[in-house]
């Protein structure tokens, strides 16, 4: 009988550290790469090997001022503030240098074109400006400013996506203005603009959710004149991965610097606690990724979309680090982001790492008319290391990374 007890606790022995082993690996996945370095700053190498200059993000032949290459300058200047190693800003400010000149010009931007996704690179300009002084860059990002003023809007105040889309807010669009303003406002003292910057939340969630399905529309058109535009309720007919993942930013972003006494930053938490249980809900629960198209998984032709899954992980791991959620939705944020790196990265010949499975640029109206069927958004291009998948990976490793230090302390 004792040699019985001996081999029982022997063997509870044996499967509790199997136990731990396993729970170790599944940690391993989640922060640490197999060259050691953490992803974020192997992703942020691999993208500055792939693009020499900043300029060059989003495969441009040309430098040219837009969101894209501001996602990625923010990404690149969360990377700095962690490893504090000079190559990242040295990237940065030569990125801003090609674009702006010593009077403070933003080349290749137009104020009057009223394009919301070119105000979306002022948040690291307002970083550059606090890290070096520099009077041109509070010239640039204070005409950025200036845009949103007299940026058109709706009836009831939001802003239109673009000029050359009349009357139509877009999901996208929240996260071009929404969290520039929001810093604006609290690095430059100007405390009125949140008022508007939670304004916009706020009408997007009126006029996009769809209470049935739980989830947010990709654009809305108040006069219902586009061809997408359902004739009651103006919506474009279907719900696209990365618009959505684009508000999850938005919401957490901004929520940086909406002040904790403003009377409405509730509504701001309601939104959030909304997406995120939008987001659990259409996880794909076996690889834990998100569909181009959310709510049709089954359909011919739907794939597990790179951006989307970025993005709605790095919100889920930002919002529950914040408290702005319950933190039921880590367990969620884990499986996006193992997710991410069992399915959709892949270690290069070079060393380099590349995100795959990334739907190229998607919209609504203009010319060829895009209608936002759901063929429309499976047909759009596909490609690796789009930067609105790359950017938000970095965001999202930099927090499972912060996650798993703060774990490996306690």
Same mark, same amino acid.
């Given at each position: 009988?004792?040699?019985?007890? $001996?081999?029982?606790?022997?063997?509870?022995?044996?499967?509790?550290?199997?136990?731990? =082993?396993?729970?170790?690996?599944?940690?391993?996945?989640?922060?640490?790469?197999?060259?050691?370095?953490?992803?974020?700053?192997?992703?942020?190498?691999?993208?500055?090997?792939?693009?020499?200059? *900043?300029?060059?993000?989003?495969?441009?032949?040309?430098?040219?001022?837009?969101?894209?290459?501001?996602?990625?300058?923010?990404?690149?200047?969360?990377?700095? @503030?962690?490893?504090?190693?000079?190559?990242?800003?040295?990237?940065?400010?030569?990125?801003?240098?090609?674009?702006?000149?010593?009077?403070?010009?933003? &080349?290749?931007?137009?104020?009057?074109?009223?394009?919301?996704?070119?105000?979306?690179?002022?948040?690291?300009?307002?970083?550059?400006?606090?890290?070096?002084?520099?009077? @041109?860059? &509070?010239?640039? $990002?204070?005409?950025?400013?200036?845009?949103?003023? =007299?940026?058109?809007?709706?009836?009831?105040? *939001?802003?239109?996506?673009?000029?050359?889309?009349?009357?139509?807010?877009?999901?996208?669009?929240?996260?071009?203005?929404?969290?520039?303003?929001?810093?604006?406002?609290?690095?430059?003292?100007?405390?009125?603009?949140?008022?508007?910057?939670?304004?916009?939340?706020?009408?997007?969630?009126?006029?996009?959710?769809?209470?049935?399905?739980?989830?947010?529309?990709?654009?809305?058109?108040?006069?219902?004149?586009?061809?997408?535009?359902?004739?009651? =309720?103006? $919506?474009?007919?279907?719900?696209?991965?990365?618009?959505?993942?684009?508000?999850?930013?938005? $919401?957490?972003?901004?929520?940086?610097?909406?002040?904790?006494?403003?009377?409405?930053?509730?509504?701001?938490?309601?939104?959030?606690?909304?997406?995120?249980?939008?987001?659990?809900?259409?996880?794909?629960?076996?690889?834990?990724?998100?569909?181009?198209? %959310?709510?049709?998984?089954?359909?011919?032709?739907?794939?597990?979309?790179?951006?989307?899954?970025?993005?709605?992980?790095?919100?889920?791991?930002?919002?529950?680090? &914040? *408290?702005?959620?319950?933190?039921?939705?880590?367990?969620?944020?884990?499986?996006?982001?193992?997710?991410?790196?069992?399915?959709?990265?892949?270690?290069?010949?070079?060393?380099?790492?590349?995100?795959?499975? %990334?739907?190229?640029?998607?919209?609504?109206?203009? =010319?060829?008319?895009?209608?936002?069927?759901?063929?429309?958004?499976?047909?759009?291009?596909?490609?690796?290391?789009?930067?609105?998948?790359?950017?938000?990976?970095?965001?999202?490793?930099?927090?499972?990374?912060?996650?798993? @230090?703060?774990?490996?302390?306690?």
């Amino acid at each position: 009988m004792k040699n019985l007890n $001996l081999i029982a606790l022997a063997f509870i022995l044996m499967i509790a550290g199997a136990c731990r =082993t396993s729970q170790s690996t599944t940690r391993a996945t989640t922060s640490a790469s197999p060259t050691g370095k953490p992803y974020s700053v192997w992703m942020a190498d691999s993208e500055m090997k792939r693009s020499p200059q *900043g300029w060059m993000i989003d495969f441009r032949p040309v430098p040219k001022w837009d969101y894209t290459q501001g996602l990625f300058a923010s990404a690149l200047d969360r990377v700095y @503030k962690k490893t504090n190693d000079p190559k990242y800003l040295t990237y940065i400010k030569a990125f801003a240098d090609t674009m702006i000149t010593e009077q403070g010009v933003i &080349k290749t931007y137009k104020k009057s074109d009223y394009n919301i996704d070119r105000v979306n690179p002022g948040k690291f300009l307002i970083e550059l400006h606090q890290k070096t002084g520099q009077q @041109k860059y &509070k010239i640039a $990002l204070d005409e950025l400013r200036d845009q949103m003023r =007299t940026h058109p809007r709706t009836s009831e105040g *939001g802003f239109w996506h673009k000029k050359i889309y009349p009357h139509q807010m877009w999901l996208d669009g929240l996260y071009m203005a929404a969290p520039f303003l929001a810093q604006y406002g609290v690095t430059y003292n100007e405390p009125s603009i949140h008022d508007d910057v939670i304004k916009q939340f706020v009408l997007v969630d009126k006029y996009t959710w769809d209470a049935k399905k739980g989830l947010f529309y990709h654009g809305w058109d108040e006069k219902r004149e586009q061809k997408w535009a359902d004739p009651k =309720t103006g $919506l474009s007919p279907n719900v696209w991965g990365r618009a959505m993942g684009w508000l999850s930013m938005a $919401l957490v972003d901004a929520l940086d610097y909406i002040p904790q006494n403003h009377p409405q930053r509730g509504e701001m938490l309601r939104i959030t606690n909304k997406m995120a249980q939008a987001i659990a809900q259409y996880q794909e629960p076996k690889t834990g990724l998100w569909y181009q198209v %959310v709510d049709q998984g089954n359909r011919e032709g739907n794939y597990l979309e790179g951006s989307a899954s970025s993005m709605f992980t790095y919100f889920l791991l930002k919002a529950t680090k &914040k *408290g702005y959620i319950d933190q039921k939705y880590r367990t969620n944020a884990r499986k996006g982001y193992n997710g991410l790196l069992q399915n959709l990265i892949k270690e290069n010949p070079d060393g380099t790492i590349s995100i795959t499975s %990334v739907c190229a640029v998607a919209g609504l109206g203009g =010319t060829p008319y895009r209608d936002g069927s759901y063929e429309y958004y499976i047909n759009e291009e596909k490609r690796d290391n789009d930067p609105k998948a790359v950017s938000p990976f970095i965001m999202a490793s930099l927090e499972i990374e912060e996650l798993d @230090k703060a774990a490996a302390k306690k």
